[in-house]
């Protein structure tokens, strides 16, 4: 059976949720491998917006298992939160269809303390993270100092690392000024957390190789975007895990074998939260129309996002590093009330041209953006849903886009409802075989 990637090409936001949410009809599980709940995964459900942020986009379908892999670093209380929300929209959420790895990182109280003192210390060379936690349990998790969820079901073991813990964090605290915390109250909360998560805790490797090994099939999510990795992002403006397409051998304990094809999700535009080299970026008023139009702001943590013009250099980056088979291609009529459309398909620095995107962000700060102008599209594509009747001026731009990161776009999103798609059966025929009728 075909098992397929679903990853972002950007910095994150380019709408792997509502990908996720249409393709998820065509698999039995939904199987997310990084990241925490700064993540921010968007689908509209019946009119209504539904943001993800720990649990697979695959959950609104009710025949679907999800699955949270072991490369995640998860908070109990958040999770618990997404479950409550989710059963308000009238979503069925229970221990049989929703699993979480034994081996999962857990995220503590002073997490979040740890990576506010980081932010602060970096002065004005702050990343912008959303300060949940996120890096300092992964950096927990690297020094060997991490709490896993199968830790929370054994209070013994979980009170011996609490206190292993705060022997260290809480000589930070006190040399920042922060109240040191007591082992007590953080394993009295964690027991109760550890005992109601519990159902839900599952050996998710040996789950997953048994489902495939059946000839089940297997969606999976990942969360941020290529140029957020720890290794292959703009360093050291990323996030802690690994966003491409290896981490979800490490991120869910399955060989590389199982990853059939690669979907890239690539939004029509760039865009970024908090900091970091962005050589597209748009600082004027065309920039604020795009935000305005395209609603970037953040689903996490509502702040806005910073807006630019198409980077193929990027894109044909992480199409390369991840093997991207197709592409889907989100918000292209967020571009349509603007005067004209540019895309940058080359950077020149001290000079010259550079086509490869470079791995030292203080080059990235400096280049300058080489474009193409496009005049924008003589009838509106938002909403269409028939590829056949898109208008000259867009298919010239998306013939470009093709040859330019020399990947073939498979899907376009036209708008935030479910059924605002263009669905290329052909192409995705290619890569999953008779599993693409079911999509439509």
């Known amino acids: 059976m075909a098992n397929l990637l679903v990853l972002g090409t950007q910095w994150g936001d380019e709408g792997k949720g509502k990908v996720v949410d249409f393709l998820a009809p065509a698999f039995e599980i939904i199987a997310r491998y990084q990241g925490g709940h700064n993540a921010g995964h968007t689908v509209y459900l019946g009119g209504k917006k539904v943001v993800l942020h720990l649990i697979p986009s695959g959950i609104l379908h009710p025949d679907k298992v999800c699955v949270i892999g072991n490369g995640l670093v998860v908070s109990p209380q958040a999770f618990f939160k997404e479950i409550d929300d989710l059963k308000a929209l009238g979503v069925e959420v229970r221990p049989e269809r929703l699993l979480v790895s034994r081996t999962a990182q857990v995220i503590m109280p002073y997490h979040p303390v740890l990576e506010k003192i980081a932010e602060q210390s970096r002065g004005g060379k702050m990343i912008g993270t959303t300060c949940r936690g996120i890096g300092p349990c992964y950096e927990d998790k690297a020094a060997r100092w991490g709490i896993r969820v199968a830790d929370l079901l054994e209070p013994e073991v979980l009170k011996e690392k609490i206190e292993d813990s705060l022997a260290v964090k809480n000589r930070i605290f006190e040399a920042f000024g922060y109240p040191s915390l007591a082992v007590g109250p953080i394993l009295d909360e964690y027991k109760a957390l550890g005992e109601k998560l519990a159902p839900y805790v599952a050996d998710v490797s040996v789950f997953l190789a048994g489902q495939i090994r059946s000839g089940k ?224």
């Open 217 to 440: 099939s297997v969606l999976f999510e990942g969360a941020q975007g290529t140029l957020l990795d720890l290794d292959h992002g703009t360093y050291p403006f990323v996030t802690s895990s690994s966003c491409t397409a290896g981490g979800v051998c490490t991120g869910l304990g399955l060989s590389p074998k199982e990853v059939s094809a690669v979907l890239g999700i690539t939004k029509a535009y760039t865009t970024r939260v908090g900091s970091g080299p962005f050589p597209t970026e748009l600082k004027d008023e065309t920039g604020a129309r795009i935000a305005r139009k395209g609603d970037e702001f953040g689903a996490t943590t509502g702040r806005p996002r910073r807006c630019g013009w198409f980077d193929a250099v990027a894109v044909r980056y992480a199409c390369r590093l991840n093997g991207v088979d197709l592409i889907a291609l989100t918000k292209p009529d967020v571009l349509e009330e603007l005067t004209e459309i540019r895309a940058c398909h080359a950077y020149r620095y001290k000079g010259s041209i550079m086509k490869d995107f470079p791995s030292e962000p203080w080059i990235l700060e400096k280049v300058e953006p080489e474009y193409r102008t496009f005049p924008v599209w003589d009838r509106s594509i938002h909403r269409a849903r028939d590829f056949s009747a898109l208008p000259a001026g867009f298919l010239d731009y998306l013939k470009w886009l093709e040859d330019t990161v020399e990947t073939r776009v498979g899907l376009i999103s036209t708008g935030v409802d479910r059924e605002d798609i263009i669905f290329r059966r052909d192409e995705f025929k290619k890569i999953l075989g008779e599993k693409a009728r079911v999509l439509g």
